[in-house]
């Protein structure tokens, strides 16, 4: 249905859901979504005030009902009213504001990574206050310490159910408006639905591509609203103030004109540029205004000592603990495929590991000893399946080498507990690009060179993304993205994912 202007002169623009006529574009965007703005914070600091003074009650439930009774040396804990009811919830609060916590929504693990890193600055910072003000004997900080763990647990938890009920109630996400060509904004589209914490509620598309409407056409049940003479037209009818540019390589050139044209009518201006490729994770940027230019900075996260040495620490840590955690386990494992097929337990296949050398990658044995000439002869006959190994470097269905503890073991990646080991060694990390075989190494091409940068994990990026649904070429492109963006905080999100899958079997 295309725009048109009848005898009153009044405009309109097509609507999707109507289909049979168009509908005015004034008035289509409800208030509530403006209410949003100022009220959804108000209620976010209200829900933390209660956040805080709950983590504070379990940690004293934590230690009175627990661990007095397991150490009775433990003495009673005991805080001060105003410290209880104001000076913790206060700190925390206006930290969180502080970062932006409150006013700019992000995506759910940038959240988290916020409030994780608040709990921790307001920990040392109350340490301090009760210091200075001499309350240091009173309050005990390793129930200051313990408090905050729980405090950050419990902001969380107030996280997704606050987001949850602002959501239901329409005052969490922001109307907006998407102006760019159909590629660029269904990439944008796509990018924003696996994100629901983003705040942003798309009402309608602005397509750059025509000048004027063309016959109703919708995006992802966005509906198209015009094209790029209307623009103003358009903001001006919906009294939507976001806007969220979306442009292609190909269009940088309109990207000018179009922020000149709407930037004066609108109170936020969005711009998603294509940059997939680019390291973001600590993407720095600078101005120059005489020139009125801007210069993107961009590192490799893993190219760094520092970095590095973080992550082989984290590494030995985390993999010491689970190390003594599934021993037992592992000795159960050790039996079960000893008594299920003949051959050695373990196998070691060699990897490509850092700066392109290789080592032993250790896993169960799941597989019959004769496995290569087994794989052979079924791809001759099988053309799907050789279909399937040419594109995925795996059979993901039936494989007639996996032994039948091998499935198991396989389903629930319990064939890949050895590999610890070499964590412990230093070949691997917890988490990090997968581990090539010699053999892929000329289909890696240019990204070879990145990922023998650093060393392969047992799970990653790809682990999380779909594992044998992602193709060779995906799954590359996944590892030099994590490669470029690490941070000791992604390791923790992947770790944590990789869980909630195995738990899930997505992709087993």
């Known amino acids: 249905m295309k725009a048109r202007r009848d005898d009153s002169s009044e405009e309109y623009v097509s609507d999707a859901k109507t289909g049979s006529q168009a509908v005015p574009a004034k008035g289509r965007v409800a208030p509530v979504g403006r209410s949003g703005?100022?009220?959804?914070?108000?209620?976010?600091?209200?829900?933390?005030?209660?956040?805080?003074?709950?983590?504070?009650?379990?940690?004293?439930l934590v230690h009175n009902l627990l661990l007095r009774r397991i150490f009775p040396s433990f003495g009673a804990f005991s805080i001060?009213?105003?410290?209880?009811?104001?000076?913790?919830?206060?700190?925390?609060?206006?930290?969180?504001?502080?970062?932006k916590y409150y006013t700019k929504k992000l995506p759910l693990w940038d959240s988290m990574e916020t409030l994780l890193k608040t709990?921790?600055?307001?920990?040392?910072?109350?340490?301090?206050?009760?210091?200075?003000a001499k309350n240091a004997q009173d309050i005990s900080r390793v129930f200051v310490v313990v408090s905050g763990g729980m405090i950050f647990l419990s902001l969380f938890g107030s996280y997704l159910v606050t987001s949850r009920i602002l959501r239901f109630l329409g005052?969490?996400?922001?109307?907006?408006?998407?102006?760019?060509?159909?590629?660029?904004?269904?990439?944008?589209?796509?990018a924003m639905e696996g994100e629901p914490y983003l705040g942003y509620r798309v009402v309608g598309w602005v397509d750059i591509g025509?000048?004027?409407?063309?016959?109703?056409?919708?995006?992802?049940?966005?509906?198209?609203?015009?094209?790029?003479?209307?623009?103003e037209k358009i903001i001006r009818l919906t009294?939507?103030?976001?806007?969220?540019?979306?442009?292609s390589v190909k269009e940088l050139v309109l990207r000018q004109e179009i922020i000149e044209r709407v930037h004066p009518l609108v109170k936020k201006l969005s711009i998603m540029p294509n940059l997939s490729g680019l390291p973001l994770s600590n993407l720095e940027i600078q101005t120059f205004l005489n020139q009125k230019?801007?210069?993107?900075?961009?590192r490799n996260n893993l190219l760094s000592s520092r970095n590095r040495y973080i992550k082989r620490f984290f590494d030995l840590f985390i993999s010491m603990v689970l190390f003594v955690l599934v021993l037992p386990l592992m000795a159960v494992l050790w039996i079960l495929v000893k008594l299920d097929s003949r051959g050695p337990v373990f196998y070691a296949g060699k990897r490509i590991g850092y700066h392109g050398k290789e080592f032993n990658c250790y896993k169960f044995r799941s597989m019959y000893q004769n496995a290569d000439a087994m794989l052979d002869g079924y791809l001759t006959e099988h053309a799907a399946a050789k279909e399937e190994w040419d594109k995925y470097a795996k059979l993901r269905g039936y494989d007639p080498r996996v032994t039948r503890m091998g499935s198991f073991l396989r389903r629930f990646s319990l064939d890949e507990l050895p590999q610890i080991i070499n964590v412990l060694k230093g070949e691997m990390s917890l988490v990090g690009p997968r581990p090539y075989l010699p053999r892929e190494q000329h289909a890696m091409g240019c990204q070879y060179n990145d990922i023998i940068k650093t060393v392969p994990g047992i799970t990653g990026l790809w682990q999380v993304s779909g594992r044998?649904?992602?193709?060779?070429?995906?799954?590359?492109?996944?590892?030099?993205?994590?490669?470029?963006?690490?941070?000791?905080?992604?390791?923790?999100?992947?770790?944590?994912?990789?869980?909630?899958?195995?738990?899930?079997?997505?992709?087993?």
């Open 119 to 132: 709990s921790a600055y307001a920990t040392l910072f109350l340490i301090g206050i009760m210091y200075f």
């Open 468 to 508: 044998n649904e992602v193709n060779f070429s995906e799954r590359l492109l996944m590892d030099v993205y994590y490669i470029r963006n690490w941070s000791i905080w992604l390791d923790i999100s992947l770790l944590i994912k990789t869980i909630k899958v195995l738990l899930m079997r997505n992709g087993a």
């Open 239 to 247: 009294r939507i103030q976001d806007v969220i540019i979306a442009v």
């Open 293 to 298: 230019v801007v210069l993107l900075t961009v």
């Open 171 to 190: 005052i969490w996400n922001v109307p907006a408006i998407a102006i760019g060509s159909g590629s660029a904004v269904n990439r944008m589209l796509a």
């Open 37 to 60: 703005r100022w009220l959804a914070p108000y209620l976010q600091m209200a829900f933390d005030y209660c956040a805080v003074l709950a983590g504070i009650k379990i940690t004293y």
């Open 80 to 99: 001060p009213a105003d410290y209880l009811y104001l000076i913790f919830p206060f700190v925390y609060v206006i930290l969180l504001h502080i970062n």
């Open 210 to 231: 025509r000048k004027k409407v063309q016959p109703n056409k919708p995006l992802n049940q966005i509906p198209l609203l015009g094209g790029i003479d209307e623009m």
